[in-house]
């Protein structure tokens, strides 16, 4: 079995180390047998994105992030949304998060067309959303807990066609309104939580590796790791924000 | 009014140092607020004010300028407790209010900057680099930039900056119009080093006016290198640079300086690629001051490092057998690869102890671990690793998923413990890499073992001696 991951943008989209979910993808199919193979797509680059069996896009800063605003819908749109509609899983943190979304409204009012990929829309906050963020989710069909860290400005809301990926316990999440944060639609994970995300919540990780084992082999079942040093990171945050 | 401030502010001084806590930043907030005219009144009093500021480096370096200066024969006051809030910078000036300075050198948080140079307006600035940094505190490292640009913009007429040549977010600002300020370029000749082996995902890496990807014809560590861009932006020609090196490892370099004072050898004390540009920084400064050789000579040959800033220190188990401890602070993915670049060799020999907390002097967001090039560690390394602090666990993963065997990770999070468990397992060398808040605690620790002084008995020390 072997599995080839695309890593969109690593040049420029690489704020808060995520580029961490990435290697956490990687090691956790390498230590099953695995094979895995890495690809970075850069900007300007024409590739056929629905050949690769997962894709991850990281957020960065805000003139990277209007540069890649610019590249996605000019030269990888129809190819994102060809590889979305043949249910490869992807990955999105912050603001490749907001990238895939409808819109980005600015503080001048001033509107920045996303993807349309996730029915949701983010609008400029005044005040930066930052701190350990806690979640439970049910994506894998029982509950359990989400950690991380979250840092933005967005405040993102969803329409009706995606569920948010978890409930906060402990942070603000999408909006600081709503007590939800991320989103789910189809394969595609949209969520604010850096850490980096996967490696500390390997549930997901795993979530994300068997939704792109199935999509190339069928039924899989993947084999069990030793995940007690990610477990015992994982429940020290937990203790940590909910005590 | 401003006398009985500085009255206040000293008692306030004198008390805290009663108490023997570090704090000095509180001092300093109450004079503020008495009287809020305080720092410009303080600062007019010496005749010469250098702010330092940039990522990495600051206190190494403004340490240096400090020594310089004073092996010079100058009086001079710097922070000397790495307090370098405006509030930390008043205290400092309260306390040596009533000496006679000529000069003054500060280090100066980039957030702090633009009230820095508003109040003080030095003379001199020097910018080391900009690295990411603590990223939840100033969001971005455009923004980190963008202040110290506003910063600069307020300098007086006539006043100089330095800045490092080989760091374009740096360099680039000396590149714009700045008719009324000298500027200073240092860095290195491409020739004196090799490329750096350690992968870096610094987002420094694009043309600040074009958003092209630099061309690196030479990479020193990080993003500072010979760079240029197909938009025509490239790295300045610097007029104070090393001209030839000599490597020693772990005991410093022999480096020729070319400047238009002259061409002259240092010999420098620290290893590292970042410390030879904090004494490089330290040297342009001195030159633009007009510090003589001999001074300059004399101080970067007893450069000293500051406590956790690869300081070694001889330390006991507890059945009293002696092990060298190396301790070297590291707070963000450029500053953790450059250690591991320099101690490499030596740390995959012996023993390793990672100490990182998540406090706000640390920077909350923990993230940055995966920025880091541990794979390269993973790779040579082939004995346990201890890690320790607050965040022991998730360095632990981080280590895990880098390559290295889940057995050879020793996960103790108490810090003292982890110490004595890891100059257990030490053959002869201990390397400690703690993040902030994790060195002070390991300096009170090993302070309330009677291994190190605390900073104030040091401070006084140096004060009767000079
Ligand atoms: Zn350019």
Redesign the interface.
């Known amino acids: 079995m072997h599995l080839r991951i695309g890593h969109l943008y ?3 989209l ?7 979910n990435v ?2 993808l990687a ?1 956790r199919a390498e230590w099953r047998s695995i094979g895995v193979m890495v690809e970075s797509i850069g900007l300007n680059e024409e590739v056929d994105l629905s050949q690769y069996d997962l894709l991850f896009i990281g957020g ?5 992030q209007t ?1 890649i605003a610019k590249d996605l819908k000019l030269v990888k749109g129809n190819s994102l949304l060809d590889a979305a509609d043949g249910g490869v899983p992807l990955l999105a943190v912050c603001g490749g998060y907001q990238l895939l979304g409808k819109y980005y409204r600015l503080s001048t009012g001033e509107e920045v067309e996303g993807l349309g990929l996730l029915d949701i829309s983010t609008e400029a906050g005044a005040k ?1 959303l ?3 963020i806690v979640l439970e989710t049910e994506l894998t069909g029982e509950k359990q807990t989400v950690v991380g ?1 979250e ?1 933005h400005s967005g405040r993102t809301f969803l329409g009706s066609e995606v569920k948010p990926l978890g409930k906060v316990l402990s942070g603000s999440g999408n909006n600081g309104e709503d007590g939800f944060e991320g989103s789910v639609q189809g394969n595609i994970i949209g969520t604010y939580i ?3 995300l996967l ?2 919540n390997p549930k997901i990780t795993d979530w994300l590796l068997t939704r792109a084992l199935e999509r190339k082999f069928g039924q899989v079942q993947l084999q069990e790791l ?1 995940d ?3 477990e ?2 994982h429940q ?1 945050m937990v203790k940590r924000s909910l005590s | 009014m401003r006398f009985i401030a500085v009255l206040i502010g000293k008692a306030l001084i004198f008390l805290v140092r009663l108490t023997g806590r570090g704090g000095s930043n509180w001092p300093g907030k109450v004079v503020r607020k008495l009287f809020p005219g305080i720092l410009p009144y303080l600062s007019l009093k010496v005749e010469k004010n250098i702010l330092v500021t940039g990522t990495n480096g600051k206190t190494t370096t403004n340490k240096a300028i400090y020594s310089m200066l004073t092996q010079a024969g100058f009086n001079a006051m710097y922070n000397n407790t790495g307090a370098n809030l405006i509030t930390g910078i008043t205290t400092a000036y309260v306390e040596k209010y009533g000496q006679k300075n000529e000069f003054a050198t500060l280090e100066v948080d980039e957030a702090n900057m633009v009230m820095a140079v508003r109040e003080i307006q030095p003379q001199v600035v020097l910018v080391t680099n900009f690295f990411r940094d603590q ?2 505190r100033y ?4 923004k980190t930039v963008q202040l110290v640009k506003e910063g600069l913009s307020l300098l007086p007429e006539g006043s100089t900056i330095v800045l490092n040549a080989d760091d374009p977010l740096t360099a680039q600002l000396g590149m714009q119009e700045i008719d009324k300020l000298r500027v200073v370029f240092y860095g290195l000749q491409s020739n004196v080093l090799r490329n750096t082996a350690f992968a870096d ?1 610094s ?1 420094a ?2 043309c600040l006016q074009c ?1 092209e ?1 630099y061309v690196y014809e030479k990479n020193f560590y990080a993003h500072l290198g010979h760079y240029h861009c197909s938009c025509g932006f490239r790295r300045p020609e610097p007029t104070v640079f090393v001209s030839r090196l000599e490597d020693r490892g772990s005991s410093g370099f022999l480096a020729e300086i070319t400047s238009p004072q002259g061409i002259f050898t240092v010999d420098i004390p620290l290893p590292g690629v970042y410390n030879l540009y904090n004494l490089l920084a330290a040297i342009a400064v001195a030159l633009t001051v007009d510090v003589p050789l001999a001074g300059i000579k004399e101080a970067v040959r007893g450069t000293g490092a500051a406590f956790g800033r690869m300081e070694r220190l001889l330390l006991g188990t507890q059945d009293g057998i002696t092990k060298e401890t190396l301790i070297s602070l590291v707070k963000n993915p450029a500053g953790f690869n450059a250690v591991m670049e320099t101690l490499l060799e030596e740390i995959v020999e012996d023993q390793l102890l990672i100490v990182v907390n998540d406090l706000d002097a640390d920077g ?8 880091v090039d541990f794979e390269t560690l993973a790779q040579k390394a082939s004995n346990e690793i201890v890690v320790s602090g607050l965040r022991a ?2 360095m ?3 280590l ?3 390559g290295i065997p ?1 057995e050879r ?1 020793v ?1 103790v999070p108490e810090i003292e413990k982890a110490l004595d468990i890891s100059l257990e397992k030490a053959k002869s060398r201990l390397y400690i890499l703690p993040s902030y808040t994790a060195m002070l605690k390991l300096q009170d620790v090993l302070r309330k073992r009677g291994q190190v002084q605390g900073y104030w008995k040091t401070e006084k020390k140096r004060m009767r001696s000079a």
């Not at chain 1, 690489?14 to 961490?20: A, H, Q, V, W």
């Not at chain 1, 960065?60 to 990277?64: E, S």
């Not at chain 2, 909350?364 to 920025?371: A, G, L, N």
Request: avoid cysteine; hydrophobic fraction near 30%; proline fraction near 3%.
């Open positions: 690593p040049e420029h690489n704020l808060y180390g995520d580029r961490g290697i956490a090691k960065g800063q805000d003139r990277d540069l930066r930052i701190g350990n860290f840092n850096h850490g980096s490696p500390k030793n007690n040093l990610e015992s990171a020290v | 990223l939840d969001g971005e490292l455009g995902v987002d890496r694009h958003g990807s909350r967001d923990i993230s940055w671990f995966w920025d666990q998730d632990a993963v981080r895990k998923y880098a889940e990770l996960v």
